[in-house]
C-alpha cells in the first residue's frame, strides 16, 4: 500500500514514523507548503519522495492530511473531487463539524473518514516528529456512518497499527466536549503567558522566580498559532461557552480573595483534587 | 550539628533527605502535627528521633521550619521566644511578608531568616519527599538585612549544600512576583479543573478525550487545599491584582472569539510564544 501523506509537520511525520516502521505501508510519499519542511522530511527518510497533489491523488491508496484545520476544510472536498472510489481520505484536524459540513453533500463522502488523535506535544515541524506518539492514545472519529465499510476498515487497520483506541461521536459532540479538555486549556496556558510576559517588562528577573509548576501551567503557550487560531476559529461557539464559564469560575475565586474567605477557597481547592482521579488515566 | 525540623511534609523531609546524604548535619530530630507522618518519617529514616516542641528548641542548632504558611506565621514569634543567641530559625514558606511582619519587633529577630525555596511538586507528606528536590533551585531570602551574620552564613551554608542558588529582595517585592509566576498558575490550574469537572457531570467520559495538553496544564489542581488556601490569604492583595490582569486579558480573548477576529488570536498567540525563551531556563 502507497499512503500519500499531506503535511509533513509533528503529526504528519510522527504517522510517516510510525507507519514505516510497523511496515503498515511499501512507500510513505508526501507534500507540504513549506518546501523546508519537505527537504527535511526527505533527508530525514520520514517520505520516500516529494510530489504535487496531482501525482499524491493518483499514486496514494491511502490519503492522510495533516494541515491546519482552516487549509483541511478547503482541501478536502477537492480532494474528493480528483480519486477514485479505491482510495481512502483521512483527516487528523482538532475541530471536526465545519470539516464534516464542508463534505457533507459531496458525491466521494463516503471515500473519507474524519478523524482526530489525541495526541500531540507542543512542537511542530518534521524535526518535531516522533516515532509512537500515537500508542496507547484516543483517536476519534466522526460520522463514521458516513463512511463506506472499505474506507472506515482501512482508517480502523491503520489507527490499530498506530496501537490508537478508537472512539466514535458525532462532529458536534466531539468540537463541545474538545472545546472544554483541549481547545480551552490552550487558551487558559496562552493568557496566563501573556499576562505574565506584560509584567516581567517592568519587573525584571521575575522570571528568576517560575518553577516547574509554572513551567506545566504555560507549557501550551509553546504551541504554534497557524495550527491554533484556525482551530479556535472553527470551535468559536462552544469554546467561547467554555471561556465564559472559566471566567466566571476565576472572578468566583476573585471574590473569595477579596472577601479572604479562605474557607471557600479551601472547598473549591479539595473539590477540584478530584481531578487527581481523572490525571490518573491520562498522565504517564 | 544538629537539625529540628518541623514539618516533615515533603518540603521537610526532602530537606532532610538531602541533609542527611550530604553529611550536612549529625542528628535530624523532627516533630509533625500529624503523627501518622512522624511515624512515616521516622520509619523512612528522614528523622532520627520525634520530639516535642520544648525538645526540639532545647536541642536543634538549626530549626527548618515547614509548615503551612498560616501555622508559620504564628509559630515563628513563639520560636523566637524560646531559643538561645546561638541557635537559628529558617522558614520555608510561599508568603513572606506576612510572616516577616509577625517577627518585625521580635528582641531575636536576628536568629530569623525568611526563606522560600522555588521547588516542590503538587505531591505532598513524607512519602512524597525527594532526594536532590532542591538542587540547582533558586532559593529567595527576604530581609537578609534583618539576620545576623551569624544566622545568614548559616542558612546559605545550608542552601549551597541544597546546591540552591540565593536571590535576595524585600518581602514585598517577593510577594508581588511570586504572586505572577507561581500563585497565579496555580489558581489558573485550580479554576480550570473546577470548569470541566463540572462539565462532566453532564458529559460523561469527556475525560476520554484529555490528553498530555489538559493533563499539563491542570496538574497543580492535585495540590494541597491545607497549604495553597493560606498562602492566598496571606497573598491576597498581589494576587487578586493578579488575577484581575488574568481575567480582563481572557475577556479581551473571548471578544476575539465572539467577534471571530482569526488575526487578533493569531498575533497574540505569536507575541506569547516567546515564553519559549522563559522556559528553556525553567524545564528540565
Not at 510576559?197 to 519587573?203: A, F, G, V, Y
Request: glycine residues 6%.
Amino acid at each position: 500500500m502507497k499512503v500519500g501523506i499531506i503535511g509533513t509537520g509533528l503529526i504528519g511525520g510522527s504517522l510517516a514514523k510510525t507507519l514505516r516502521s510497523s511496515k503498515f505501508c511499501s512507500e510513505i510519499i508526501g507534500m507540504d507548503a513549506s518546501t523546508s519542511h519537505v527537504q527535511i522530511a526527505l533527508d530525514s527518510k520520514l517520505i520516500d519522495r516529494p510530489v504535487t497533489l496531482e501525482e499524491l491523488c493518483q499514486e496514494a491508496d491511502l490519503i492522510l492530511v495533516t494541515i491546519p484545520v482552516n487549509a483541511t476544510k478547503e482541501l478536502i472536498p477537492a480532494l474528493l473531487n480528483q480519486i477514485s472510489g479505491t482510495q481512502t481520505v483521512i483527516d487528523f484536524g482538532s475541530t471536526k463539524a465545519g470539516i464534516c459540513e464542508a463534505v457533507d453533500n459531496h458525491k466521494n463522502r463516503s471515500s473519507f473518514v474524519a478523524a482526530h488523535p489525541i495526541a500531540g506535544t507542543e512542537n511542530t515541524g518534521p524535526t518535531a516528529a516522533i516515532d509512537n506518539l500515537f500508542s496507547d492514545k484516543v483517536c476519534i472519529v466522526c460520522e463514521e456512518e458516513r463512511s463506506s465499510d472499505t474506507a472506515l476498515k482501512l482508517a480502523k487497520k491503520m489507527f490499530k497499527n498506530l496501537q490508537m483506541r478508537v472512539l466514535y461521536m458525532s462532529a458536534e459532540e466531539h468540537d463541545r466536549h474538545i472545546a472544554y479538555v483541549s481547545h480551552l486549556s490552550h487558551i487558559s496556558s496562552f493568557v496566563l503567558g501573556k499576562t505574565v510576559l506584560e509584567i516581567e517588562k517592568d519587573e525584571k528577573n521575575i522570571f528568576n522566580m517560575a518553577g516547574s509548576g509554572f513551567a506545566s501551567t504555560v507549557r501550551l503557550a509553546k504551541s504554534n498559532p497557524h495550527m491554533w487560531a484556525p482551530i479556535f476559529a472553527q470551535n468559536s461557539a462552544y469554546l467561547s461557552k467554555a471561556l465564559g464559564t472559566y471566567i466566571e469560575n476565576l472572578q468566583e475565586f476573585k471574590n473569595f480573595l477579596d472577601s479572604n474567605d479562605e474557607k471557600k477557597m479551601f472547598d473549591l481547592m479539595e473539590t477540584t483534587n478530584d481531578i487527581r482521579r481523572v490525571l490518573k488515566g491520562i498522565e504517564k
